[in-house]
């Protein structure tokens, strides 16, 4: 796979073509070209290409990029087209490594991955990666590879979970949450045999009074595999080939790897027992 940085005119014609009132109008911009490659553009932030075949990436940074954030959104959702047209189906997750193998939190946005994730963190758990998830086959299931040593998290979290007063730069213009790098000891480098798949439940208020209820519920057969496809990460692409691979990868790692519903109210004094029952369930 190539990354370079493209002159203005290698997008001059297709970012014209792309000013439409709507497209000025949106954060984000996609469009399939004829060529088959897929234009994205985050509004004074980046534009990218990704080739149709996945193994080329041309962008061109904007007026209020900054390096950090550039990063996260190449890593992230612009490398997620390369890898479907690569054949490889990422998921939308944080993973930590726990006792030597990859616990991966799947969920919708807002569910609190994230913030489980630093849970974790902070009971000495380093982070696999934050956001986009991709997994290898192995001889005996899969493997998580290792993503960049950040987390994304909102200011008040990472205060009150890490104790960091001065986080990174935010994600962009338009949220607080940060860009938090993580130091040596807080990442796993390595490729990380995967255990287990959790997957958040929607928020639920916190009771008042007594103790958190964390609720795990095994889940088997169509429920297991409707749960990993609403977690995959790139929902854009749906041509009959992208589906077709990643019904036949659900299917695969669902045969593989134990899923569980992992249901708690969202409180972030109610964490450390959320972090106990997990902890227990891989016991």
């Known amino acids: 796979m190539k990354l370079r940085v493209a002159e203005p005119a290698r997008f001059g014609g297709i ?10 109008r949106d954060w984000f911009y996609c469009r399939r070209l004829r060529t088959g490659a897929t ?3 985050w509004t004074d932030l980046a534009e990218f290409l990704v080739s149709a075949d996945g193994r080329d990436i041309a962008y061109r940074p904007l007026e209020r990029e900054s390096t950090e954030s550039l990063s996260t959104y190449l890593l992230g959702q612009v490398l997620s087209f390369s890898l479907l047209a690569l ?3 990422p998921l939308h997750g944080t993973v930590v490594e726990i006792d030597g193998a990859a616990v991966t939190f799947l969920g919708d946005c807002g569910h609190g991955k994230s913030t489980l994730g630093a849970a974790f963190l902070r009971l000495g758990y380093p982070i696999v990666t934050d956001d986009l998830v991709v997994l290898e086959p192995t001889a005996t299931g899969y493997a998580v590879h290792p993503g960049m040593p950040r987390l994304k998290l909102f200011p008040s979290v990472a205060r009150r979970l ?3 007063e001065q986080g990174g730069p935010r994600l962009n213009a338009g949220t607080s949450k940060q ?3 993580l130091g040596t000891g807080q990442a796993s480098r390595r490729r990380t045999p995967l255990r287990a798949l959790y997957v958040l439940a929607g928020p639920r208020p916190a009771a008042r009074h007594g103790p958190a209820r964390v609720e795990l519920e095994r889940l088997s057969g169509a429920a297991a595999l409707l749960e990993v496809i609403r977690s995959s990460f790139n929902t854009i692409v749906v041509d009959r080939d992208r589906l077709a691979n990643q019904f036949a990868f659900a299917s695969r790692l669902v045969a593989t790897v134990p899923v569980t519903r992992l249901s708690y109210p969202r409180s972030l004094p109610r964490l450390p027992a ?3 029952a997990v902890l ?3 016991s």
Not at 15 to 24: E, Q
Request: hydrophobic share 40%; charged share 30%; net charge positive.
């Open 162 to 164: 890490l104790g960091v």
């Open 179 to 181: 860009i938090l790098p």
């Open 274 to 276: 959320v972090c106990e």
């Open 280 to 282: 227990a369930d891989r």
């Open 39 to 41: 234009y994205l553009r």
């Open 87 to 89: 054949g490889v189906e």
């Open 15 to 24: 970012a014209s073509r792309a000013h439409t009132r709507r497209a000025r």
